[in-house]
């Protein structure tokens, strides 16, 4: 088969349209969000007593954390396949090994040594809450999928 034959240009076009689909969703939930978050910030509490005109205290705004939980979960993982795949390359070990790598150079005992204001940009201490939820979840979801590659055949073997 040459690489020109309509299988070949199937997948690649296949894989483009994957791509794009998975971008347009994307883009739609996230627009989704902001529409929603512009349309509650308008909204007001309700107050205490249902039949008082006591005026609603509002609360002072808080910093917005979710660029910053994006951009450092966007630099994470592009540092995590960056290392992962030179020391797959270059060492010959698993691409496990250099994703560790990897979040140990991105936390405070590498960046925060090396330079404290690149942490505090990368990594603020704000996101730091969110970061540990979604690092959880990922921790549940790689096991789960350890768990659904596992045979248990050989245990069973073994158990006796």
């Known amino acids: 088969m040459t690489p020109s034959t309509p299988a070949t240009l199937f997948g690649a076009v296949s894989r483009t349209r ?3 689909a998975y971008a347009a969703m994307t ?3 996230v627009a989704l969000f902001f529409w929603i978050r512009r349309l ?3 909204l007001a509490a309700p107050g205490g007593d249902i039949g008082s005109s006591a005026p609603v205290v509002t609360v002072a705004r808080h910093r917005d954390v979710l660029p910053e939980v ?3 979960i966007a630099v994470i993982v592009i540092m995590a396949r960056l290392v992962g795949r030179a020391v797959e390359k270059y060492f010959k ?3 496990v ?3 560790i790598l990897a ?8 960046l925060g040594a090396i330079s404290s ?4 940009l990368l990594m603020p201490q704000e996101a730091a809450p969110y970061l540990a939820v979604v690092a959880k979840i990922g921790v549940v979801l790689f096991m789960f999928l350890i768990g659904l590659e596992l045979d248990a055949a050989p245990l069973r073997t073994r158990s006796r």
């Open 93 to 95: 070990q698993p691409p």
């Open 97 to 99: 090994m250099g994703e």
């Open 27 to 29: 883009s739609v939930a």
């Open 70 to 72: 994006l951009l450092a």
């Open 117 to 120: 204001s690149a942490a505090a």
């Open 103 to 110: 979040g140990v150079m991105l936390g405070p005992s590498v």
């Open 40 to 42: 509650g910030e308008g």
């Open 18 to 20: 994957t791509v794009a």
